[in-house]
C-alpha cells in the first residue's frame, strides 16, 4: 500500500497503549461532555471502555493489522485492517482531533482503495451515522450496506 511519504504505518506496540487509551478517550469527547460525572469517573469509564474495545479487536480479529499512524514520524492515531483473500476490512481509523480535517484520513482510505483494486478486493467498514467522517466515506464512492440505526456498515468495490 503507498502512502504519502508524510505519513506512515509502524505496528503497536505495549508501549503504546497509553497513547492509544487517549486516542479513543477523543473518540467520546462530546457524549461525555453530557454526563453528569467527575473527570475521575469519565476517566475511569473511558479507561474501562478502551479495554473492552482493545480486547475485542484483539480476539475478534486476531489476523488484523493493529499500527500506529504516524505523521512525519509523530503518532497521530491508529489504524486496524484486516486483510482477506477477498475483502478488506476497516476496522477501525482514528485520528487526533487536531489533526482532524486536514486530508489526512482521506489519503489513509484512499491508499486503501487504491490497494483494492489493485488486487481485485472489495473495502469494507463501519462508521457511526452521526460521525463526521461518514461524509468522506461518501464523498469518495462507498455506499451503505446495512444500517443498524447506530452503525452504516459500508462497501467500497473497485
Known amino acids: 500500500m503507498k502512502l504519502p511519504p508524510h505519513i506512515q504505518l509502524r505496528a503497536a506496540a505495549p508501549e503504546d497503549k497509553e497513547f492509544l487509551r487517549s ?3 477523543t473518540t467520546r469527547e462530546f457524549e461525555m461532555s453530557h454526563t453528569p460525572w467527575d473527570e475521575n469517573t469519565r476517566r475511569a469509564f473511558l479507561s474501562e471502555q478502551f479495554e473492552l474495545q482493545y480486547r475485542h479487536y484483539a480476539s475478534t480479529y486476531p489476523g488484523g493489522e493493529h499500527d500506529i499512524i504516524l505523521l512525519d514520524g509523530v503518532p497521530i492515531g491508529r489504524w486496524y ?3 482477506n483473500s477477498d475483502h478488506i476490512l476497516v ?3 482514528t485520528i487526533l482531533p487536531e489533526c482532524r480535517r486536514g486530508g489526512l484520513g482521506e489519503s489513509i482510505v ?3 482503495q487504491d490497494e483494492a483494486a489493485a488486487t481485485g478486493k472489495r473495502l469494507f467498514g463501519s462508521v457511526e451515522r452521526w460521525n463526521p467522517a461518514w461524509r468522506l466515506w461518501q464523498r469518495i464512492g462507498f455506499r451503505i450496506i446495512a444500517d443498524d440505526g447506530v452503525f452504516y456498515r459500508v462497501e467500497w468495490r473497485p
Open 23 to 25: 486516542l479513543y478517550a
Open 81 to 83: 485492517i484486516e486483510r
Open 91 to 93: 476496522i477501525d481509523v
Open 110 to 112: 484512499r491508499a486503501l
